[in-house]
């Protein structure tokens, strides 16, 4: 793929900057999993810090912080309430029934955003055959449902539910750091009263590897147990941690660019004959394209776009999911919109 050129598949598909690079060549280093790597740790409390959390741990990936949150949170038989179409349900392997035996009871809902008053009837009366309820999960901002972004309101009512009916409350905050910056509102804020929360480097912040997982203290030492179990424990992570530290210092403020990019793209995309795009409803970096009145499937105006180093993500037939990030300039959101046009109307 590496004539693709203009990569709006995914935020993840930022390579490391120079400047990263680096940062990640000078850092400090020592065994992590002793707790002796410096430069993991400053990561780990900058991050706690930012979310107004007690401590936080380093992992490979997203998917990780959001499963050992779930091994801490859930026992087996044990329920999980979360957007039907969350991240947790769609893309990880259904992991929380494979390994923390925990089922998700899914809240419908386009934009992954649901209320306290609608995650309140979905709380089980505690019954001898039901299955006990012990998290809310939420994702800010939304993958799938189109990087809406939760507004602080929302997420106090629902820690006001939660902390009520004694469950815990988990955010998969994959993008959080988008949603502060679209909000104006601090990650901190976006957190009051949940348990757990994480961000992953690796989306927009423009990282090659990690993500960091954040809680209260007794929840990060039995998330500890976990990491070392799943083989998620490392040794000279500094090199990676200081790719983080690199990002929170130089690509959080310009997420706002990202975000001002994607609304962009569905602007230069309104009145294409056949797509369906709606500007007001871009809020952060990802936006949905619709194509279902070009007699074209996504597979299909793909395979043209490729022709001019340009790719999307082909949700489904007939919808494109499009995520901007810090390699994709305004300008080439120009030239990606007339030959996404073009290719519309070939
Ligand atoms: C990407 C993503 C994840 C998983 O993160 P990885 O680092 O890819 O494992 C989880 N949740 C959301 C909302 C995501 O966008």
Redesign the pocket.
């Known amino acids: 793929m590496s004539h693709i050129h203009i990569d709006l598949i995914?935020d993840?598909a930022t390579r490391p900057s120079p400047g990263m690079l680096r940062a990640m060549a000078d850092a400090p280093t020592g065994d992590e999993q002793r707790g002796e790597d410096p430069t993991t740790l400053q990561l780990c409390e900058r991050v706690a810090a930012l979310v107004g959390m007690d401590d936080a741990i380093f992992l490979?990936?997203?998917?990780?912080?959001?499963q050992i949150a779930f091994l801490v949170h859930c026992r087996p038989g044990d329920e999980i309430i979360a957007a039907a179409n969350?991240?947790?349900v769609r893309?990880?392997g259904a992991g929380a029934a494979a390994l923390a035996g925990a089922q998700i009871n899914a809240v419908p809902t386009p934009t992954g955003i649901f209320t306290a008053a609608d995650a309140a009837p979905m709380i089980r009366a505690q019954r001898d055959r039901a299955p006990v309820t012990r998290l809310i999960s939420v994702?800010q901002?939304?993958?799938f449902g189109g990087g809406a972004v939760w507004p602080v309101d929302v997420l106090q009512d629902l820690a006001k539910l939660a902390n009520g009916r004694n469950l815990a409350l988990h955010m998969?905050g994959?993008?959080l750091l988008n949603a502060a910056v679209a909000s104006g509102q601090p990650a901190n804020t976006h957190c009051k009263g949940f348990v757990s929360t994480w961000i992953?480097l690796?989306?927009g912040l423009g990282c090659p590897v990690g993500?960091v997982l954040a809680g209260s203290a007794d929840f990060i030492e039995r998330a500890w147990t976990w990491k070392h179990r799943l083989g998620g424990a490392m040794r000279q992570s500094g090199i990676l941690a200081a790719a983080g530290l690199y990002a929170l210092d130089h690509n959080v403020t310009r997420l706002a660019e990202d975000h001002e990019n994607a609304k962009l793209l569905a602007h230069e995309l309104v009145g294409t004959p056949g797509v369906s795009v709606a500007p007001d409803k871009v809020e952060t970096n990802i936006l949905f394209i619709e194509t279902s009145g070009t007699g074209k499937t996504t597979r299909q105006i793909n395979d043209v776009l490729a022709g001019d180093g340009i790719r999307l993500q082909p949700e489904s037939p007939t919808r494109f999911r499009a995520v901007t990030h810090l390699d994709v300039t305004r300008d080439q959101i120009k030239t990606a919109a007339a030959a996404i046009r073009r290719a519309c109307a070939d």
């Open positions: 995914s993840t490979p990936s997203g998917t990780m912080c959001n969350a991240h947790i893309s990880e994702e901002t939304t993958n998969d994959a993008r992953d690796s989306k993500a």
